[in-house]
Structure formats: C-alpha cells, structure tokens
C-alpha cells in the first residue's frame, strides 16, 4: 500500500507563472489536508478537502490560490501568478476521516525565481 | 501568543541519554499528534493521542487533557533521532495546528 504520494517534489517556477501541486492520497482515504513551511516557519494549515469538497478553507490566501480534491484523480493545489513568497514547501496529508491519523506526503519544494 | 508552544526550541544530548520535549496548548483539541521531520524535509507521524500515555519501541508520549500538556519522551537516545519534532493539536474542523517545533540533535 502505497503512501501519500506528491509531485513534482521540487518545482521551480518564474514569477507570474503558475504552480500546480498534486496529491495522491493513500489508497482508501478520502480526506486530504494542504499545509505549508515557509522558510525557517513551522507548518501551518492551508486547506481541508474531502472527496469534491472543500470542509476548511480558512488557511488559504484569498487571492492567487485553489484546491481541489475531483472525484476521480488527484487532489490539486493552484497557485496563480507565483511570487517570491510562495517559495516554500507544500506539504499533503490525508486520512480515513476527520478523527484518525493523518499520514504526510513528501512534499513540493516551491521555488520561485 | 501561539496556540501551540514547544520547549525547547533546541536540544543537545549526548548518545545514551533521557530526552524531553514539551508541548503546551490553548485551544480545546480532540487530539494531539507528535510529528518527526527528518533533515531532508519529510514528516512521520510518531503518535496521536487524546487521553493517558502511548509507547512505541524507545518512544514515549503522554498527554494531560487538564493541564493542556502533553510530553515527548526518547529513552537511550541515538544520533539516529536527530530530527525536528513538532507537536500538533487538531481543532474541531480536523485541521492541525503546529508548534515550531523543537530540533533534536544528539551526539555520538
């Protein structure tokens, strides 16, 4: 059974650019969790999704940013127009439901130039 | 101040010795996490917990719902453990809400 799995695991991007960000949640969950550590930051929560919806989305920035979790595929972090700021590493999480553990994913280093 | 603090920021221990970090908490949680992130950048999940007290091989966490504390124990430390810890409660939405973190180094 394979774990979290994102890609790409580093993704170098100009700014202006866009970013797209995936996640494969292990086999049989269908909650999935966006977090993101910024430089020398800890974690912090971004998004909350369950299968096509979006449970919390109090941690995303209001502009520039989405998420999706589609029926079929992967769920998918947007980030539009990327600047200097988004440089971080964006991290997946996913679990059976709201109250079991949540297994990470390996991350995406974002680096905008 | 943070929802989640840790102590300490930064831990030395030589090979051999009994480490504690601790995590104190504000917020009402159904559950706290402790967290391992290994230099190259990835998280293992050690331990959820919501009551009492768990073990895993040299591994120890306890939690105190009253006092809103919870402890992260390593018995015979090993330069193996040299990581960041980070504990993490998770709000009523499932959400986790993370210390800094505490970064663990310990010597041969």
């Known amino acids: 059974n394979a774990g979290v799995m994102q890609n790409p695991r580093h993704l170098v991007r100009r700014r202006g650019q866009e970013a797209r960000l995936r996640c494969s949640p292990m086999k049989g969950h269908s909650h999935v969790y966006w977090y993101r550590q910024l430089p020398e930051e800890g974690l912090k929560f971004m998004v909350y999704l369950q299968k096509e919806n979006i449970i919390d989305e109090s941690g995303m920035p209001k502009e520039r940013f989405s998420a999706e979790f589609p029926k079929e595929g992967p769920s998918i972090l947007r980030i539009q127009q990327v600047v200097r700021g988004d440089s971080a590493a964006y991290f997946c999480?996913?679990?059976?439901?709201?109250?079991?553990?949540?297994?990470f994913g390996p991350g995406t280093r974002l680096l905008v130039l | 101040k943070n929802e989640v603090e840790q102590s300490p920021q930064n831990l030395t221990a030589q090979e051999g010795e009994f480490i504690t970090i601790n995590c104190s908490y504000s917020?009402?949680?159904?559950?706290l996490h402790w967290l391992q992130q290994h230099p190259g950048g990835g998280i293992v999940s050690l331990f959820m917990l919501s009551s009492g007290k768990k073990k895993h091989g040299r591994l120890i966490a306890t939690i105190n719902i009253q006092e809103k504390h919870s402890s992260l124990h390593i018995t015979a430390s090993h330069p193996r453990d040299s990581a960041v810890y980070i504990c993490?409660?998770?709000?009523?939405?499932?959400?986790?809400?993370f210390g800094k973190g505490t970064k663990l180094s310990v010597k041969p």
């Open positions: 993490a409660v998770r709000g009523s939405q499932g959400n986790l809400i």
């Open positions: 999480a996913s679990s059976l439901n709201s109250k079991e553990t949540q297994y």
């Open positions: 917020v009402g949680i159904s559950a």
